[in-house]
């Protein structure tokens, strides 16, 4: 396609989801993003982006939206998130999510990206799971956390992978709360397995007391688990 093609499809989506801001919900969201600026969140709700994603993924021209990176707008990547999660068939889906990975910037669009595709996919997602949270990228290896947490935890769980997200060494805090987040999930869902994580404090101290935190507040938890966790916070 035209460069002018291009540039004509990418200010089309762009004009439509301006039509769709709301200031109030921009305010209100941009608060939400340290690590995305004010000026680039236009305000549009999550449903309307579902919706509008759902209509452009049936549309061969979406290539030259998927391509057009990085994005000016927070709205943008978040479209292209949802768009993502659409795609049908899995080699396809894994193609644009791994162009589209290094490009993510905040933890909206890397939690709110879950395409229904790998559900179908769970052993070919692992090996990817597995290089995502090695990545030296911050939000690759939230990714690949929120993938181990969404799709692992329950008839597929396998205690290595408890091993696996604990052993990621990483100062940030976006990757560091997923790690919490992880553990107080698999708490909940594979509790004998994964309560000596707590008991022998295999975690980082930070993180560990997270993990707690996450777990007590927790309606999964039982009181007497949520008693038994907090007698195991450590003081920083």
Not at 121 to 127: T, V
Not at 190 to 198: A, L
Request: charged share 30%; net charge neutral.
């Amino acid at each position: 396609m035209a460069k002018s093609a291009k540039k004509e499809i990418v200010q089309e989506i762009r004009e439509y989801l301006f039509t769709l801001q709301d200031r109030e919900y921009r305010d209100f969201q941009s608060k939400l993003f340290p690590t995305v600026e004010k000026d680039s969140v236009i305000g549009v709700r999550t449903p309307e982006l579902r919706k509008y994603a759902k209509q452009w993924v049936k549309k061969s021209s979406v290539r030259e939206f998927l391509d057009d990176l990085p994005h000016q707008y927070f709205d943008e990547n978040q479209l292209h998130a949802f768009i993502i999660s659409e795609i049908k068939d899995y080699e396809t889906c894994l193609r644009e999510l791994q162009h589209f990975l290094p490009y993510v910037d905040n933890w909206a669009t890397c939690d709110q990206m879950s395409p229904k595709i790998f559900k179908k996919h769970r052993p070919e997602l692992l090996a990817e799971i597995e290089r995502w949270i090695a990545s030296d990228q911050t939000y690759t290896v939230r990714f690949g956390i929120g993938m181990l947490l969404q799709h692992f935890l329950e008839d597929d769980f396998d205690p290595r992978f408890l091993e696996m997200v604990s052993q990621i060494q990483s100062d940030e805090y976006y990757i560091k709360m997923m790690v919490a987040w992880y553990f107080a999930t698999a708490l909940a869902k594979q509790w004998d397995m994964t309560v000596p994580y707590i008991e022998e404090q295999r975690l980082e101290v930070w993180t560990h007391n997270k993990t707690i935190q996450k777990a007590v507040e927790s309606y999964r938890i039982t009181k007497e688990q949520k008693a038994y966790l907090r007698g195991y916070k450590v003081k920083a």
